[in-house]
């Protein structure tokens, strides 16, 4: 999630633990140990792929936060023993923990255990959504305000928690919204990430991945019995072959479970995460090779420019979110006229 909502998580936490002995304290420390794992940011692990893979991997590990925790409990205990060192690793530790585990619920993907396994990515909830943080911002600034507010921040938690659980619920609605319609269109087991669009939960993006193609649905809880529209995007096998031996290509196909299209630039193979962003936005394309007389060779990834939004984009998304557009496509984050289609 987003800085400001693992702070005001970490906040929280802090306050409803130790609000009553440390005061206003309680929250410095919980925003500040809420931000802790994201540090990871600053590390240059020597490539573009490298980056963005080790990003939410060690610093957001069980096996690494748990140890640390401890750490931290007697440091702050040795600095202010009035609160016990139980309760400070219980803060400690609760705030540390809740900071991988929320991350787990994007799309991006959390190495929660690493070194071991996959990261996971639940992808039920947008990197940035106001309905799940303000619950928080609201407790905090009950607490700044008159001290410790401890109801104020456990209603915060609990309303917060609560709004995760639906978009669990939202999820396996829409899912089983979109997997008849997938097969009647002949798509009976592909990949499949159903993820909610920016900022909310109300309306939803389906993408389904097959070797040639991938498939994009984007449907609502306002959008009532229309028929869903499947809008279509070639992909290019050839290409993902001719790199499938180089190990930044395997570490990204790792990392995002397949989810790439492949394509070439001039004399340059770039690899794309779909699951972010919308065609034709996403945020995260890499070159990965480059065509040349002897065949195509690896090169250090770099990452290409980000796209530019459209700033009438949020305009399209909230008209196709309170369903008073009935299609939206992705290609170019448009409406389409009436009686045409993407």
């Not at 919308?278 to 394309?285: E, K, L, M, R, W």
Request: aromatic share 10%; glycine share 8%; with cysteine.
């Amino acid at each position: 999630m987003d800085s400001i909502t693992q702070v005001a998580l970490g906040a929280s936490i802090a306050g409803a633990v130790a609000g009553k002995t440390l005061g206003r304290t309680a929250l410095v420390v919980g925003a500040m140990l809420g931000t802790l794992p994201d540090l990871d940011v600053v590390i240059d692990y020597g490539s573009a792929v490298s980056n963005f893979t080790q990003h939410r991997g060690f610093s957001h590990s069980v096996f690494v936060l748990a140890p640390l925790a401890v750490l931290l409990a007697w440091l702050l205990w040795r600095w202010r023993p009035e609160q016990s060192f139980q309760r400070w690793l219980t803060l400690t530790g609760l705030v540390l923990i809740t900071h991988p585990l929320l991350d787990c619920f994007t799309t991006y993907g959390t190495q929660l255990f690493w070194p071991l396994g996959p990261p996971v990515a639940l992808s039920s909830i947008f990197i940035i959504d106001p309905l799940y943080t303000l619950p928080l911002l609201v407790g905090c600034l009950a607490f700044l305000i008159r001290p410790p507010a401890r109801s104020a921040v456990v209603a915060g938690l609990v309303l917060s928690s609560l709004y995760l659980g639906w978009t669990l619920t939202a999820q396996q609605v829409i899912t089983e919204r979109i997997r008849p319609a997938l097969a009647r269109a002949g798509l009976h087991d592909p990949t499949l990430l159903i993820q909610p669009m920016p900022f909310n939960t109300v309306l939803w993006r389906a993408t389904a991945l097959t070797e040639r193609q991938h498939v994009e649905i984007v449907t609502g809880f306002f959008d009532g019995d229309a028929p869903l529209k499947l809008q279509y995007f070639a992909r290019e096998p050839e290409l993902a072959r001719a790199v499938a031996d180089f190990p930044e290509a395997q570490r990204l196909e790792w990392f995002t479970r397949g989810l790439l299209d492949y394509n070439r630039d001039g004399d340059r193979i770039t690899a794309t995460d779909i699951r972010l962003g919308i065609p034709g936005a996403h945020p995260f394309t890499f070159v990965l090779a480059r065509q040349g007389a002897d065949g195509v060779q690896p090169v250090r990834s770099v990452r290409t420019p980000r796209p530019e939004l459209d700033p009438k984009a949020l305009g399209i998304l909230w008209a196709r979110l309170t369903g008073e557009t009935p299609v939206l496509c992705l290609a170019d984050l448009a409406t389409p006229a009436p009686e045409q289609t993407c």
